[in-house]
């Protein structure tokens, strides 16, 4: 089940007195990357969300570059937004524009991954809970026994926690060896060479966890060109994946993050405190869920 979440819309019910009040809210998020349907999502359910507020958005793409993150931050703050949804590239690098922002008076909420600095409110998912289903998907599909890998990722928090997570389901599985961790960097195609040179050198391979969907996309092809039976399961629940998975075959499962809902409480949390919530939490955990054959019809973000 999911988290009872709290929109940007019920915020905005609750608070409307105090909003009246208010000059029009400008709404700055710089995404990581635009080039995934992950972000895709999270940003269209922020302009229906700023829509009912009427609120302008300002929307940036990092294409996974720190700087031009930290400079597309500086342009925003010069435009006079008051609340920063960040999504960084680098949680470490982007908090001198954290540090800038606040100085501004601005506030500034960290989605789907935590930045360094003087954050208000981190919205993430689960992301332990998350590599740990898979993993352990995987370890009752193999009954238990066989010799697994790891498609990791680019080394962020969310990641390092999927990770973490997946370790501490395999270890539960006595017969089951990790053989192998390849970085696919979560793109499809550095992800389809990597593991097609992972089935090569480790034969007995029966498993493989992707830390996300993009990456298990490009695994997907390599392991359909080996002819092998390996099974697969990640994070996320793109829509492709989820689409692979209902079909059948090497695809079994995702643990799918709710993007749509990580954006709209971000917002109800900077809402809150712009309209002078006395008490704002300093993390909000959004519940992650199994995605399999027997939902994947039903699914979507």
Known sequence: MKTTLLTASAV???LAAPALAQDKLKIGMTFQEMNNPYFVSMQEALNEAAADLGAEVVVTDAGHDVAKQINDVEDMLQQ???ILLLNPTDSAGIEAAVHAA??????VVAVDANANGPV????????RDAGYLSCKYLGDALGGKGEVAILDGIPVVPILQRVE?????????????????QNGRQDRSVALGVVENMIQSKPNLAGIFSVNDGGAMGALAAIQGSGKDIKL????????????IAEGGPFIETTAQFP????????????????????????????VMVVDAKNAAEFSW
């Not at 208000?120 to 992301?127: I, Y």
């Not at 997570?165 to 961790?181: R, S």
């Not at 809902?261 to 300093?282: E, F, I, N, T």
């Open 12 to 14: 905005l019910a609750l």
């Open 80 to 82: 006079n937004i008051d």
């Open 102 to 107: 606040k100085a501004a008076g601005v506030i």
């Open 120 to 127: 208000d409110t981190f919205v993430g998912s689960k992301n």
């Open 165 to 181: 997570g997946c370790k501490a389901a395999l270890a539960e599985f006595p017969e089951i060896q990790l053989v192998d961790t």
């Open 233 to 244: 399961v990640s994070v996320d629940g793109a829509p492709e994946a989820v689409k692979a």
């Open 260 to 287: 749509r809902d990580q954006v709209r409480v971000g917002l109800a949390m900077a809402l809150a405190q712009k309209w002078g919530a006395r008490v704002v939490p300093k993390e909000v955990p959004i519940d």
